[in-house]
């Protein structure tokens, strides 16, 4: 018998996962990572539906459908911290470019 109430929450889920995974803002390759990612976990989805309805079935699809979600969190988290690395250039930049200025007005270069 096919436990329908896991299924649906399945599906759900993958759609919450599908929705992180449009608004991301990720390179190609980060895109094609959270595609597999997704594609894995909408066939696990698949197999618990039209597969045999025991509990490892079940539990593959769930660990699927976070693997999929944990993909997302990764790469969000390697873009955040990328975009904290560029306004620190951008802030050590102006830095040195004020102790340059400073020290050309006071004729040490």
Do not use: C, F, Y
Not at 45 to 57: F, H, Y
């Amino acid at each position: 018998m096919v436990d329908w109430t896991a299924i649906d929450i399945l599906i759900r889920e993958l759609g919450a996962v599908r929705s992180a995974a449009d608004a991301a803002h990720a390179d190609t390759a980060s895109k094609a990572a959270i595609e597999q990612a997704i594609k894995e976990a909408a066939e696990a989805i698949s197999g618990a539906i039209g597969g045999p309805q025991e509990a490892p079935v079940i539990a593959r699809a769930r660990r699927a459908v976070q693997a999929a979600a944990d993909v997302i969190v990764a790469l969000d988290n390697e873009i955040a911290r990328s975009r904290r690395l560029q306004v620190k250039s951008i802030e050590l930049r102006g830095r040195a470019k004020e102790l340059v200025d400073t020290a050309k007005t006071a004729g040490a270069v």
